[in-house]
């Protein structure tokens, strides 16, 4: 494609839209992109100009960077959570899959004292744990564990029908509203890789987070693993006063 004759300000814009079709006609994810340099001699531009059309390849989900590596094609199946409080099957559904739970465990023992402090509770009062592999169209995309003071869950809470926990709590009068939120990177060991079907020591993002409801009541101590190449976390920064 020749962009010698184009406005340089929209150059750019015919750059993003020809490696978009180049993607749509056959890339796999995970792909390479051509080199900045490649991309610069094939289209006749300059750098700035292909960093700029790749940047807007980049905010749009169909590509990623790799410091140092190059450009990759986006998978579809990337989920992309910002901070507003919505649960996994929420932002599933919100890419046009179809979320579910692979249970893997679900007990009523007592708490500890770290359960205890971030659920109100008193050490040693009984609390449900479970503990699920949650998916998108299938895909294995988290290792969920949740903690819950017993006596918000009913007495068949133990039944594997429950997908969304959110809404499960919300039909019980106790609607999620805010959350406090921890994030880490991490590594997979061997039996977290066998469930996310990931090779181990593959990254990670650890998650804990405790979320109460609109009356400051602790309803749900959970930590998840999310796979890195899954998943992302999108962030709205603002740069404040200084004084």
Same mark, same amino acid.
């Given at each position: 494609?020749?962009?010698?004759?184009?406005?340089?300000?929209?150059?750019?814009?015919?750059?993003?839209?020809?490696?978009?079709?180049?993607?749509?006609?056959?890339?796999?994810?995970?792909?390479?992109?051509?080199?900045?340099?490649?991309?610069?001699?094939?289209?006749?531009?300059?750098?700035?100009?292909?960093?700029?059309?790749?940047?807007?390849?980049?905010?749009?989900g169909l590509v990623y960077r790799r410091r140092g590596s190059g450009t990759y094609v986006a998978d579809p199946?990337?989920?992309?959570?910002?901070?507003?409080?919505?649960?996994?099957?929420?932002?599933?559904?919100?890419?046009?899959?179809?979320?579910?739970?692979?249970?893997?465990q679900v007990s009523w023992l007592p708490a500890t004292p770290e359960v205890a402090a971030d659920l109100g509770?008193?050490?040693?009062?009984?609390?449900?744990?479970?503990?699920?592999?949650?998916?998108?169209?299938?895909?294995?995309?988290?290792?969920?564990?949740?903690?819950?003071?017993?006596?918000?869950?009913?007495?068949?809470?133990?039944?594997?029908?429950?997908?969304?926990?959110?809404? !499960?709590? #919300?039909?019980?009068?106790?609607?999620?509203?805010? *959350?406090?939120?921890?994030? $880490? /990177?991490?590594?997979? &060991?061997?039996?977290?890789?066998?469930?996310?079907?990931?090779?181990?020591?593959?990254?990670?993002?650890?998650?804990?987070?405790? !979320?109460? #409801?609109?009356?400051?009541?602790?309803?749900?101590? *959970?930590?998840?693993?999310? $796979? /890195?190449?899954?998943? &992302?976390?999108?962030?709205?920064?603002?740069?404040?006063?200084?004084?």
């Amino acid at each position: 494609m020749d962009t010698t004759d184009v406005c340089p300000d929209l150059k750019y814009e015919r750059l993003r839209a020809s490696i978009a079709e180049d993607i749509a006609a056959g890339l796999a994810p995970h792909d390479s992109l051509p080199s900045e340099r490649t991309l610069m001699t094939t289209y006749g531009v300059s750098r700035m100009t292909v960093r700029r059309a790749l940047a807007l390849l980049v905010e749009e989900g169909l590509v990623y960077r790799r410091r140092g590596s190059g450009t990759y094609v986006a998978d579809p199946a990337m989920i992309s959570k910002t901070l507003s409080l919505t649960s996994f099957s929420e932002d599933v559904r919100e890419r046009g899959m179809t979320p579910g739970a692979l249970t893997q465990q679900v007990s009523w023992l007592p708490a500890t004292p770290e359960v205890a402090a971030d659920l109100g509770l008193s050490p040693g009062e009984e609390v449900v744990h479970l503990e699920r592999v949650r998916t998108a169209d299938g895909i294995p995309l988290c290792i969920e564990e949740v903690w819950l003071a017993a006596d918000l869950v009913p007495a068949d809470f133990a039944a594997g029908a429950v997908t969304s926990l959110y809404e !499960t709590l #919300s039909d019980l009068g106790l609607e999620p509203q805010v *959350a406090s939120q921890t994030i $880490r /990177a991490t590594l997979v &060991d061997v039996e977290q890789a066998a469930l996310l079907d990931v090779a181990p020591h593959s990254a990670a993002f650890s998650v804990s987070r405790v !979320t109460y #409801s609109g009356d400051a009541r602790p309803l749900e101590r *959970a930590h998840s693993l999310y $796979r /890195a190449d899954r998943y &992302d976390f999108t962030f709205a920064v603002h740069r404040g006063c200084r004084s």
